[in-house]
């Protein structure tokens, strides 16, 4: 069955309304330690430097029968030129099936202007869709394609720091979003400690506590940091460095032998994962699979990682069916990591979400049986760019 179209479109989804909560969600004013954060006039939040107008990012792939399948990425329209321009007329008229090759196609049709980056986000859109396009052709969800379940249910971490709602929603796995950095000090260190250790009485012990420090630190910072929150016992500090610093991952890992550390969100490719697990940087991999590559690099990372012994978890695996599948059919990936950014009092089944897309109930998740990704999209909502 050959590819005859590739497309990037824009979703309109039906009007969504939701409650209005019990308050003003975390993501809606709480300060993030960011790579930006030694810059006062962007230092608070992401979305005062962040691109404006580069949200989401659809693709669509189309068949000779007219099945399509559709994938997800960011950074619209910036990814959109990579796609459009370049990678489409490239693989049309080849064999959608053929997702191996297809990947190795876009892998090597990217090398002039590098395929890390923005070309990493067009090549995760396509590769999702055309699993999406396989699952639906083979009637079999995505994860029966990889090997099927690895299990009855998936359990989630929830990110974000409105803990007392999480907990109401059955969560026992907590990771914060670190308020400081190094521009801040030891005010800052002394904060952070207190935000964690509020964190940490509240849920108590027997529950698993996390903090994600989102590029935000260099190695002094980070190790001073962990020595502080020791008695805090924290499951795993989170990308603390920025992703091009090897080096500094790999001093990191010396300098703190006995925390467990994880990174890999803004790895793109499976090749910076490989020079992980061969110098031993980080215990936990997280690779995100709408930026990385999609389901065919996510495959070849999880292989590298079981060989090796490293843990993978996904980088916001459950925000979307498409980690999820992947998530489900490795029993080497032990949680899913659920973002919640609603307001506290809105419960899932009424927070914003793609349709098909299943929620979290106590804690734990399964992804939906449909073919393909299970998404339940109408192709009147697509719309091309």
């Not at 000779?64 to 329209?77: F, I």
């Not at 002039?112 to 396009?133: H, M, R, V």
């Not at 026992?172 to 801040?184: I, M, S, T, V």
């Not at 980088?315 to 069916?321: E, K, S």
């Amino acid at each position: 069955m050959k590819i005859t179209s590739i497309q990037t479109v824009r979703l309109h989804l039906p009007p969504q309304s939701a409650p209005e909560g019990s308050r003003r969600s975390w993501a809606e004013h709480a300060e993030v330690a960011n790579p930006m954060s030694r810059y006062p006039h962007v230092k608070r939040q992401r979305a005062l430097w962040l691109p404006k107008n580069w949200g989401p990012l659809w693709c669509k792939v189309t068949a000779e029968d007219g099945t399509w399948g559709l994938g997800l990425s960011d950074h619209a329209p910036a990814v959109a030129a990579v796609i459009d321009g370049h990678l489409a007329p490239q693989l049309v008229g080849q064999d959608c099936l053929a997702t191996e090759k297809l990947a190795d196609m876009m892998f090597r049709l990217t090398k002039p202007y590098g395929t890390t980056g923005l070309a990493s986000y067009a090549i995760s859109a396509i590769d999702l869709a055309l699993w999406d396009l396989k699952g639906k052709l083979l009637g079999k969800p995505v994860y029966s394609l990889l090997g099927g379940p690895a299990r009855d249910k998936m359990v989630c971490y929830v990110t974000g720091n409105d803990i007392d709602w999480y907990q109401e929603l059955g969560f026992r796995a907590f990771k914060l979003a670190c308020p400081y950095g190094p521009a801040d000090g030891l005010d800052g260190l002394a904060k952070n400690e207190e935000f964690v250790a509020q964190a940490r009485e509240r849920i108590g012990d027997a529950c698993e506590l996390m903090l994600d420090c989102w590029m935000a630190f260099d190695v002094e910072y980070a190790v001073r940091l962990a020595e502080r929150l020791r008695p805090y016992k924290l499951r795993w500090l989170e990308e603390c460095l920025i992703p091009e610093d090897m080096d500094g991952h790999i001093e990191l890992r010396r300098r703190l032998p006995d925390q467990t550390l994880a990174t890999g969100e803004h790895w793109y490719t499976h090749l910076p994962f490989q020079a992980a697990i061969k110098q031993r940087m980080v215990d936990i991999l997280q690779p995100d699979i709408n930026w990385c590559g999609g389901v065919t690099t996510c495959q070849k990372i999880m292989g590298m990682a079981e060989a090796a012994g490293t843990s993978v978890i996904l980088h916001g695996g459950a925000r979307n069916p498409y980690g999820q599948h992947f998530s489900y059919a490795f029993a080497g990936i032990p949680w899913l990591e659920y973002f919640i950014g609603s307001r506290p009092g809105v419960p899932l089944e009424q927070a914003p979400r793609l349709p098909g897309q299943p929620v979290a109930k106590d804690g734990c998740l399964t992804p939906s049986d449909a073919p393909g990704f299970g998404l339940e999209i109408d192709e009147a909502w697509l719309e091309a760019v």
